[in-house]
């Protein structure tokens, strides 16, 4: 998901140079249009062309800023949500370790009993085979 930030980001840069570009153009045309004023019909009308040419490139980066700039927040939150769910996954793996070594304690503790009773049984059934015999 870095790596699609990143990449988003750039694509962004890329997209708002090209804004700044098409801005600066737009400017530059509309000086040069108050320069030459209305004795030079043939120059305003091709510099008025040349304007809108540049007006609706810059339309058209920012239309293509705006899908980007939407994917990056989504790959933020998308993000953000990860981490929130690795702390969660880890809270609840410590959890887990925990429960597994109280078990593990309990099945010891369970054996050892096991063990014991089963000490017992034997010495009972040793006990009252003696005792029978006798």
Do not use: W, Y
């Not at 004023?37 to 058209?60: P, T």
Request: net charge negative; hydrophobic share 35%; charged share 40%.
């Amino acid at each position: 998901m870095s790596a699609d930030i990143l990449r988003l980001k750039q694509e962004i840069e890329d997209a708002k140079c090209k804004h700044e570009e098409a801005s600066k153009d737009v400017k530059r045309i509309e000086k040069e249009m108050a320069d030459f004023g209305k004795n030079k019909g043939g120059k305003l009308a091709e510099l008025e062309a040349a304007l809108e040419k540049s007006k609706a490139a810059l339309r058209k980066s920012l239309e293509a800023i705006k899908p980007l700039q939407q994917e990056k927040r989504e790959t933020e939150i998308d993000l953000e949500q990860c981490g929130s769910d690795l702390t969660s996954a880890q809270e609840v793996l410590a959890e887990t370790e925990l429960s597994l070594e109280t078990l593990q304690e309990e099945i010891e503790s369970t054996r050892a009993e096991r063990t014991a009773i089963q000490v017992c049984d034997s010495v009972l059934r040793i006990r009252l085979l003696s005792a029978n015999l006798v």
